[in-house]
């Protein structure tokens, strides 16, 4: 449902995406995770159309959206991480407004409208102007816009961004609920727990590349059965690592005066171990925290560095 290759976005000497190549296939929840200015926004962009790719393609449901934009914007849905709301009118006015814009017209427009404002919960809310809307009303009625034209794929850039919990859920469940009829979804999000518990597939992101992908056990494999282990203190940093490293199944993910950080088989068992190797490198342990495999320590032992917000 969604096709991109090699897609090469920049502005100058920056480069905000750099060659990176995934496809979304029907029916399944793709996710582009990673920290805020990895890049995400900026695919999202190109894949609706909203920005000129700099090198490579991208298809929407089998159109080119440089080469055939309105066809393949038709069975498009995009949920921005901006709101994209009039908040002067009535969340009604506003699902008119979007579904005209899609050619939607009379009875079934209407009809389509109530739908939605009854799919979202805001149908006794639907003639107040949408700026008494609290922040996660805002965001179920933008979603309702997106998908008033019933797209086969929808975009959602950080849809949950400054939401309650309870406006999270329904967002989540609404984002299931598509996925049940047939939608394709690209979700981006820096929180891993969203991916985890949203996605199919995912693509991890960091400072525009794509530095793994798969499904959620492939990822997870990619871990291994490891444990992350933080140590704070003071340490020598290249005399640490000079210990630590020819430790079996231990990895120094990274070394620095004040903190380490280890990736290390049944880490709670050898943790005895550990420390006496630092202290014999003339290192002080004083604090410790333990990590069970997961996609945030898979980012971490990709890249060096915990998940930025």
Not at 123 to 151: Q, T, W
Request: proline content about 4%; hydrophobic content about 40%; some cysteine.
């Amino acid at each position: 449902m969604i096709e991109v290759e090699r897609l090469r976005k920049s502005y100058g000497s920056f480069v905000a995406v750099d060659d990176v190549s995934f496809t979304v296939q029907p029916g399944k929840i793709f996710g582009l995770l990673g920290p805020n200015g990895a890049g995400k926004s900026t695919a999202i962009g190109c894949i609706s159309g909203l920005l000129q790719p700099t090198e490579g393609r991208v298809r929407v449901n089998g159109y080119d959206v440089v080469k055939e934009g309105k066809a393949a914007k038709q069975g498009l849905g995009v949920v921005p991480q901006e709101l994209s709301l009039y908040e002067d009118v009535s969340a009604t006015e506003n699902l008119l407004f979007w579904g005209a814009a899609y050619g939607m017209r009379g009875s079934e427009l209407k009809g389509r409208t109530h739908d939605v404002l009854t799919y979202t919960g805001l149908l006794d809310r639907a003639e107040e102007p949408v700026k008494n809307y609290s922040g996660g009303m805002k965001r179920r009625i933008n979603f309702g816009c997106a998908i008033m034209h019933r797209p086969k794929v929808l975009l959602l850039d950080e849809p949950t961004v400054g939401v309650d919990p309870q406006s999270r859920v329904r967002l989540f469940e609404m984002v299931k609920e598509q996925v049940a009829h047939g939608t394709s979804v690209l979700y981006t999000t820096h929180y891993m727990q969203e991916a985890e518990l949203l996605c199919d597939e995912l693509a991890i992101f960091d400072h525009g590349k794509l530095i793994a992908d798969g499904t959620l056990e492939d990822l997870r494999g990619m871990v291994g059965e490891k444990d992350i282990l933080r140590l704070a203190g003071n340490f020598d940093a290249e005399k640490a690592r000079a210990a630590l490293t020819p430790l079996p199944d231990v990895q120094v993910v990274t070394a620095e005066s004040d903190r380490i950080r280890l990736s290390v088989a049944d880490a709670s068992r050898r943790l005895p171990e550990l420390f006496e190797a630092i202290t014999r490198a003339g290192g002080e342990v004083r604090e410790t925290t333990l990590s069970q495999p997961s996609l945030e320590t898979l980012f971490l032992k990709l890249t060096g560095k915990e998940l930025r917000r």
